[in-house]
């Protein structure tokens, strides 16, 4: 099975300098590399500007990309939370409800049997922590 790459800051090995690595081929920054490029081809004409343009414009939309996915994590859990509020009731009142419409209070009318087993129902589910 092939390792999974996880795009990281990094520290070139050449100059030291940090640089965002993202993918898993990129092992020095992107001047190491167009220097080790232009002294292999010292002929070859490269634009290092438009090179580290490049190279800063797809780390600020990883930036871009990876906020708006914890902002949605965040909006996520907040969601959860929320809905694990809204879905519980408070043991002591839920003991309170059953004691309430229990079929034996209500000489065993079908309304009662069928609120009292959806309380026991409730009843019975996970309790939410939150």
């Known amino acids: 099975m092939a390792d999974t790459f996880t795009p990281q800051p990094t520290k070139c090995p050449e100059c030291g300098a940090e640089f965002y690595r993202d993918a898993a081929w990129k092992r020095i920054c992107l001047p190491c590399y167009l220097a080790k490029k232009r002294a292999r081809n010292p002929n070859a004409r490269g634009d290092i500007c438009e090179a580290l343009y490049a190279e800063r414009a797809r780390r ?6 990876l906020g708006a996915a914890q902002t949605r994590v965040l909006l996520l ?14 043991p002591q009142m839920l003991k309170r409800l ?15 049997q069928t609120a009292t087993d ?6 019975d589910r996970e309790p939410c922590h939150s």
């Open 60 to 65: 600020r939309k990883a930036e871009r990309d």
């Open 77 to 90: 859990e907040v969601e959860l939370h929320n809905a694990r509020r809204q879905t519980g009731i408070e």
């Open 98 to 112: 059953i004691q309430l419409c229990h079929p034996d209070r209500h000489g065993g009318s079908r309304a009662a």
């Open 118 to 123: 959806w309380l026991l129902r409730q009843r």
